[in-house]
């Protein structure tokens, strides 16, 4: 961390303060007073500290947020679409599932897709079951649908 840090006028009680790896997932949060920041360094090696004059209102869920560079941001789920839950169990009726940015993780009952590399997943049943995806890219929020065949 820079010696050169400058906090402002000395009447200020306290900095904000989180630990974020490269990827802007943020792994702690705190205050303290701007003499003691320098002392503090990261927890965990290969994270840095952001020090932060506004209250990044992170507070208990950690996950929820992500730091982009500049700010703390609040995650938002993947913006993917579904054409219907419930499908006919008859290798014919499809839900379609749209919108799946390229590089994300989707997987259905917890198996991953190998080789799938974005756009839409088209999903159909030869038998009743259900089947559980998922779609996970940092830094949104996961988007979890169930489909139904019945």
């Not at 003499?35 to 932060?52: K, Q, Y």
């Not at 609040?74 to 390229?102: F, H, W």
């Not at 079951?129 to 940092?138: D, I």
Request: aromatic share 8%; hydrophobic share 45%.
């Amino acid at each position: 961390m820079s010696e050169d840090l400058d906090f402002g006028p000395v009447t200020l009680r306290q900095v904000f303060y989180i630990e974020v790896d490269g990827d802007g997932r943020v792994h702690v949060a705190g205050t303290c007073q701007p003499w003691v920041s320098r002392l503090h360094a990261p927890i965990n090696e290969g994270n840095a500290l952001v020090w932060l004059l506004d209250d990044p209102k992170v507070g208990q869920e950690l996950d929820a947020v992500h730091f982009d560079g500049t700010a703390v941001q609040r995650r938002v789920t993947l913006p993917i679409g579904v054409s219907k839950a419930m499908i006919a169990a008859d290798d014919i009726d499809e839900a379609v599932i749209t919108g799946i940015p390229e590089g994300a993780t989707v997987t259905v009952d917890g198996v991953a897709l190998d080789g799938f590399i974005g756009g839409d997943l088209v999903l159909t049943s030869a038998t009743p079951a259900s089947y559980a995806v998922r779609v996970e890219q940092w830094p949104f929020l996961p988007f979890e649908v169930e489909i139904v065949a019945q």
